[in-house]
């Protein structure tokens, strides 16, 4: 499985633990001081990274797109642009944010809407690109963004696979890290239209990169199913407040439940364990209460052959023979006498 060091010091793939994102997307309000208070709430939930989007909205959107009358209840504008504009730091403050998530010692980083984002953020220094669905069949922005060489992780929600392939093979020209979120573009996604198991399309079909998921459904269970599908890479929008103005409020996690996503994931993942089966330390005990073993079935003299008959598997005390040898012992002779019940030991029998 894909594996490669995405920050310095942290790997992602292979049996690494899940890289958990914390969103934080537009669920500021366009407030710098809830945008901070964010990234601290994401650190203490466990996340491993905080995310922005930034935008340039005249190289994103056209003219006609920002004058557009933006009426929902989560607006902030009249129009479009203005909502937008209202949702978008500056340069400056995206620095300010930067120190603070390096202050609270959690990765930062933000997906950049356009060329002119993507440039800012590469000066601004963030260790890894990421490219929202938005711009997941932009392949010349994706190439420019490649040019950079810095690790990308692409999300997919809106695209067929045929696009998703084509993004593979224009990025393996590029020789750089790379991971494919699998996403369903909806906010919140229904559980019918998620299809966890492309997941493991990726997987076999882009072997050399990580596989992770970006999930917009409400609550956990769906996110920690991915990571028992082995994603590897966990996006999810965080929130303050899911009552909040904001079309993303009702697909994000609030603290408590970001908190217990984590947890959750981290505790699937030690329970994912290895492909090996043993009998482990922490069963000895049920074994010992409930395991059941060889008795004998009626009074039995010295010299018997054993046959199925003589013979029965309880629970028992004394611990005999294991159940498991019961065929093993037939036609083998009795070497003491055993009365009905008694437990069948290995030295009973030659
Ligand atoms: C596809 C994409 O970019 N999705 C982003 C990431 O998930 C979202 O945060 C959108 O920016 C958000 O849903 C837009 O909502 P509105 O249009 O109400 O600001
Ligand atoms: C839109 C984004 O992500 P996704 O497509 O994973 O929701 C983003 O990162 O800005």
């Not at 966990?234 to 996503?261: I, M, N, V, Y």
Request: proline share 3%; aromatic share 8%.
């Amino acid at each position: 499985m894909a594996s490669f060091e995405l920050v310095p010091g942290c790997w992602v793939g292979g049996n690494c633990p899940c890289f958990i994102i914390a969103e934080i997307g537009q669920n500021h309000q366009g407030d710098i001081n809830i945008a901070k208070n964010m990234i601290e709430v994401a650190k203490k939930c466990g996340a491993n990274c905080v995310k922005f989007q930034k935008s340039d909205l005249n190289s994103r959107f056209n003219k006609a797109a920002l004058d557009r009358p933006y009426t929902s209840h989560h607006s902030w504008g009249n129009t479009y642009g203005q909502h937008r504009a209202h949702l978008e730091f500056s340069e400056s403050q995206f620095k300010e944010l930067k120190k603070h998530a390096e202050r609270h010692e959690i990765i930062f980083s933000a997906s950049g809407m356009d060329m002119v984002s993507l440039r800012f953020l590469n000066q601004l220094g963030v260790p890894f690109f990421k490219i929202g669905s938005g711009d997941a069949n932009n392949y010349s922005l994706i190439q420019d963004v490649a040019r950079f060489g810095k690790p990308l992780i692409v999300s997919t929600g809106m695209q067929s696979i045929d696009t998703v392939q084509k993004v593979y093979y224009l990025l393996k020209q590029f020789n750089i890290k790379l991971g494919f979120l699998h996403c369903v573009s909806a906010y919140p996604a229904p559980p019918s239209d998620i299809n966890l198991r492309v997941i493991q399309s990726y997987q076999e079909k882009f072997p050399d990169v990580v596989i992770g998921y970006s999930g917009h459904e409400t609550g956990t269970d769906i996110s920690i199913a991915a990571v028992a599908l082995g994603a590897k890479i966990l996006e999810r929008h965080l929130t303050l407040d899911k009552t909040w103005k904001g079309s993303d409020h009702c697909a994000s996690l609030d603290p408590e439940e970001f908190q217990q996503l984590v947890s959750q994931v981290r505790n699937v993942e030690t329970a994912l364990g290895s492909h090996i089966k043993i009998v482990r330390e922490s069963e000895i005990a049920c074994y010992r209460k409930l395991g059941k073993t060889l008795v004998a079935s009626q009074n039995l003299q010295c010299g018997t052959v054993l046959s199925e008959d003589m013979l029965d598997i309880k629970v028992s005390e004394p611990k005999g023979l294991n159940a498991d040898q019961f065929y093993n012992v037939i036609g083998h002779t009795l070497i003491h006498d055993k009365e009905y019940d008694d437990s069948i030991f290995e030295e009973d029998i030659s």
